[in-house]
């Protein structure tokens, strides 16, 4: 499966922005999907995932209440809504894929997904 990230962007502190990510090549709906971050200097960290489904979906505690991932899998695209962004927000952020046999599971290891999109920058300024 191809990924294509995209709705990055410069917003100020407290604002809003929604990035997309673009599937192709795969049946999108056999795909668990989560979106990772990754700050300049900084490890790879987990941001959101979702089940294959929309049954299930989970996210990090660095963001939960202000980010929510969400799919449509007729549209072949998965979201990620970000809401009261700060400047510790600032990543390069990528989505990734897993096959899976279980409509509603999820998974939040960067090592549980085989395949990646090439990542959007998000600057959150101060």
């Known amino acids: 499966v191809q990924l294509q990230a995209s709705g990055g962007g410069l917003v100020q502190a407290g604002g809003s922005l929604r990035l997309s990510c673009a599937a192709s090549?795969?049946?999108?709906?056999?795909?668990?999907m989560a979106w990772f971050r990754q700050a300049p200097g900084k490890e790879r960290d987990f941001v959101a995932t979702i089940s294959r489904n929309s049954s299930k979906s989970y996210c990090a505690d660095s963001v939960n209440g202000r980010f929510a991932i969400s799919r449509d899998n007729a549209k072949n695209m998965v979201y990620l809504q970000m809401n009261s962004l700060k400047p510790e927000d600032t990543a390069v952020y990528s989505c990734a894929a897993k096959w899976s046999i279980y409509s509603g599971r999820y998974f939040i290891g960067p090592d549980d997904y085989p395949y990646w999109g090439r990542g959007t920058l998000v600057t959150v300024s101060s």
């Open positions: 090549g795969h049946t999108f709906s056999n795909y668990v």
